[in-house]
């Protein structure tokens, strides 16, 4: 079953908090059925922090590496690429651009380059060193959407490394004020059952409904969680109902996330940043209509 956000959920239905009809899948048996990865490259071979290159990401099929694999557009694009730091404080998500030998490229800036039209979308630039990792988000003609992570390691001095360990439930950025609401559930948010969390905005006191915002890649928003520890990743697309933002999603496992939401307005896209907590869940569908609170 999948809800409109392309969120993939193990049971029919409906979301028990905002009634949001869960839609079954449509799939190619034969091309769901394929094992993907995504081939990387880059020139020069080595990255180096503020330093230039072109990375290369190609999408290949299991045992059938010669095979194109045409892509869907998915959100406007054929590929989205996050990127983030090991540490997961930097956070970058782009387009990589069809080449017409097959692979999807992006280019790494150098130092003190200017992005082309304010922010090319294939464009990003490493700052400091140290292990990244890009996760290519696509979805083959047919197929199931796939999430690749591709580890990156980037010479030069490293930055301080970040640790998270507090949950940041309201995020500031650019005149925004997000809160992420999970007091509904009582006991916050579990891993294995679907999860649903309003978010609430406001500007200069005032709440802003995000209908308002402009579409960016055809969406209201975007979320994308990545677990701490593991790396577990997470994109899903909170609708706007009722004057607020609601995520629904799965954890497949507890930790402590890193979240970055992103929306448009006046032509600029904002990133508001948050650390989510989510306990191990009982595998418990009904744990979820739980209103009480301890
Ligand atoms: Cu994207």
């Given at each position: 079953?999948?809800?409109?956000?392309?969120?993939t959920?193990?049971?029919?239905?409906?979301?028990?908090?905002?009634?949001?009809d869960?839609?079954?899948?449509?799939?190619?048996?034969?091309?769901?059925?394929?094992?993907?990865?995504?081939?990387?490259?880059?020139?020069?071979?080595?990255?180096?922090?503020?330093?230039?290159?072109?990375?290369?990401?190609?999408?290949?099929?299991?045992?059938?590496?010669?095979?194109?694999?045409?892509?869907?557009?998915?959100?406007?694009?054929?590929?989205?690429?996050?990127?983030v730091?090991?540490d997961?404080?930097?956070?970058?998500?782009?387009?990589?651009?069809?080449?017409?030998?097959?692979?999807?490229?992006?280019?790494?800036?150098?130092?003190?380059?200017?992005?082309?039209?304010?922010?090319?979308?294939?464009?990003?630039?490493?700052?400091?060193?140290?292990?990244?990792?890009?996760?290519?988000?696509?979805?083959?003609?047919g197929?199931?959407?796939?999430?690749?992570?591709?580890?990156?390691?980037?010479?030069?001095?490293?930055?301080?490394?970040v640790?998270?360990?507090q949950?940041?439930?309201?995020?500031?950025?650019?005149?925004?004020?997000?809160?992420?609401?999970?007091?509904?559930?009582?006991?916050?948010?579990v891993?294995?059952?679907?999860?649903?969390?309003?978010?609430?905005?406001?500007?200069?006191?005032?709440?802003?409904?995000?209908?308002?915002?402009?579409?960016?890649?055809?969406?209201?928003?975007?979320?994308?969680?990545?677990?701490?520890?593991?790396?577990?990743?997470?994109?899903t697309?909170?609708?706007?109902?009722?004057?607020?933002?609601?995520?629904?999603?799965t954890?497949?496992?507890?930790?402590?996330?890193?979240?970055?939401?992103?929306?448009?307005?006046?032509?600029?896209?904002?990133?508001?940043?948050?650390?989510?907590?989510?306990?191990?869940?009982?595998?418990?569908?009904?744990?979820?209509?739980?209103?009480?609170?301890?």
């Amino acid at each position: 079953m999948n809800c409109e956000d392309g969120k993939t959920y193990d049971e029919p239905g409906s979301c028990p908090v905002c009634n949001m009809d869960l839609e079954p899948m449509e799939i190619d048996e034969s091309a769901s059925s394929m094992k993907y990865f995504t081939q990387y490259s880059s020139k020069p071979e080595q990255l180096e922090a503020g330093k230039e290159a072109v990375m290369s990401f190609t999408p290949k099929i299991e045992g059938d590496e010669a095979a194109a694999v045409p892509l869907e557009l998915v959100h406007e694009k054929k590929m989205h690429l996050i990127l983030v730091s090991d540490d997961l404080s930097w956070f970058d998500h782009i387009h990589p651009e069809y080449q017409a030998t097959g692979n999807y490229d992006i280019k790494a800036l150098a130092k003190g380059a200017s992005f082309a039209k304010g922010r090319g979308l294939n464009e990003t630039r490493f700052e400091a060193g140290g292990k990244y990792w890009a996760f290519a988000d696509f979805k083959p003609s047919g197929g199931l959407n796939q999430v690749n992570k591709i580890e990156l390691n980037i010479a030069g001095t490293p930055a301080k490394a970040v640790k998270y360990s507090q949950a940041k439930m309201i995020s500031a950025v650019d005149g925004y004020t997000l809160t992420l609401e999970t007091g509904h559930t009582g006991n916050g948010l579990v891993s294995g059952v679907q999860q649903h969390i309003p978010i609430s905005i406001q500007q200069g006191g005032k709440a802003v409904d995000p209908a308002s915002f402009e579409n960016y890649l055809g969406e209201k928003a975007h979320l994308v969680l990545i677990e701490v520890e593991n790396k577990e990743y997470v994109h899903t697309h909170p609708s706007a109902t009722g004057g607020k933002l609601d995520v629904h999603t799965t954890f497949a496992k507890p930790g402590t996330y890193r979240g970055w939401l992103q929306f448009q307005t006046n032509g600029v896209v904002h990133t508001a940043d948050f650390v989510v907590k989510v306990a191990e869940g009982q595998h418990n569908a009904e744990e979820h209509s739980d209103h009480q609170g301890h």
